[in-house]
């Protein structure tokens, strides 16, 4: 069985063979390859769309991937020479002396950032292999506290701290409406976010007085006045009554059914800031258009019905024919056509398909048959019909070794 893997986080190849990546049929993105001299060739072997960075692990040094700690115990019981490659990133504690590292025994080769106390911000290139220089990180007091994942930023959080606090956020950062400003400009001494920020307007100039770097994280700042919506908004003639004069922003798709009238929806939201689709019927569109204070935004219009596909589904020729007018598919999840679908029917019961997840078709055919109907197509569309082996396919994984 053949594999298609879609995104990897470290793809480790140090152990690999040709026997061991004969199956892969293709990898789409890896963000670090690593690999040994000795296996090097295997990596032209590969079909790899985009590859973030490669890292060769000289003869003699062991592969570590995430967060080294390194304390006074740690450095106290090593007692022969130990190489490591680091991907990821390493921390030294401030119990740790010169002299400690003067020993020699350690040797590091990092792809990532060294967060050193300030004492020792000198000796700490003794760790480097030689040839090697390391991207140091500098702190004063406690080492940077670090958080992974989603993390919000609240008043409780910053209470709670006692001494000047080093920030580390891998992941989505999101500030707390309320949050306190002064307080927050206190506690923090130094904040570093690797992802997404997302901050109101109001709190943009303390933000960038405190970030590490502007080049780490994308920053999503909700502008004032704007009511911030995290889930998908879904509005009928009367759930539109909860808006007066709104300004909306949102990432989530919005979706409008056919009985909200022109002048409720003229009523009911002044503005939208999104950057994901607006589903209306026709006859709102321009008005969804002035709203939308981004020119990238999507606006879907319908004319009698539309169908959302937000997970998984197989239509028949069948269920095509039972649809009573042209409906329009807006595929976000994944879409899969039977066999038996006909041109004939896609043409009587479709009115336009929107490809933002994936449609999986049986074959070139199918897909001339569709081609016709699409208006939006940032997904994909897969055909199965010249597979001549079963395929196995993963979507995400954090370290795969081969």
């Not at 909700?222 to 759930?239: D, H, T």
Request: negative net charge; glycine residues 6%; aromatic residues 8%.
């Amino acid at each position: 069985m053949s594999q298609q893997i879609g995104n990897i986080g470290v793809l480790n190849l140090v152990h690999a063979t040709e026997e061991s990546i004969k199956n892969v049929e293709r990898i789409e993105n890896a963000g670090v390859v690593v690999y040994s001299q000795e296996n090097a060739h295997l990596l032209t072997a590969l079909n790899i769309g985009n590859i973030g960075n490669t890292v060769e692990i000289p003869q003699g040094y062991r592969f570590h991937n995430g967060w080294l700690h390194l304390n006074k115990a740690y450095f106290q019981s090593i007692t022969e020479p130990e190489n490591i490659l680091v991907n990821g990133l390493v921390v030294i504690d401030n119990d740790v002396e010169a002299d400690h590292i003067s020993s020699g025994y350690l040797n590091l080769m990092v792809n990532g950032k060294i967060y050193c106390p300030s004492h020792l911000a000198g000796a700490a290139n003794q760790l480097m292999s030689e040839g090697e220089s390391g991207d140091f990180e500098i702190y004063d007091g406690y080492p940077p506290r670090f958080e992974n994942g989603e993390f919000k930023l609240t008043n409780s959080f910053l209470q709670s701290i006692e001494e000047p606090l080093y920030l580390v956020v891998n992941g989505v950062l999101s500030f707390s409406k309320d949050l306190n400003m002064r307080e927050f400009m206190e506690k923090i001494s130094i904040l570093e976010a690797n992802g997404v920020i997302y901050a109101y307007e109001e709190q943009e100039e303390f933000l960038y007085k405190k970030i590490d770097s502007l080049t780490t994280a994308k920053f999503k700042i909700y502008p004032i006045g704007f009511e911030v919506i995290n889930k998908q908004l879904k509005l009928n003639a009367r759930s539109i009554h909860r808006f007066q004069s709104k300004k909306i922003y949102t990432e989530k798709p919005i979706i409008i059914e056919a009985d909200v009238t022109r002048e409720q929806l003229a009523m009911a939201i002044d503005a939208i800031h999104s950057s994901a689709i607006i589903v209306c019927h026709e006859s709102l569109e321009d008005l969804i258009y002035e709203r939308c204070s981004l020119l990238d935004t999507e606006v879907l219009p319908y004319e009698y019905h539309f169908i959302m596909i937000d997970d998984e589904e197989v239509w028949s020729n069948d269920q095509f024919l039972a649809l009573e007018n042209e409906t329009n598919f807006i595929v976000n999840g994944k879409l899969i056509l039977d066999d038996d679908v006909t041109e004939a029917t896609l043409k009587k019961s479709v009115a336009a398909v929107d490809v933002l997840g994936e449609i999986e078709l049986s074959g070139r055919k199918q897909k001339s048959m569709l081609q016709p109907l699409l208006r939006l197509s940032i997904g994909s569309i897969r055909e199965t019909e010249n597979d001549n082996q079963s395929v196995s396919y993963l979507r995400n994984i954090g370290e795969l070794s081969l």
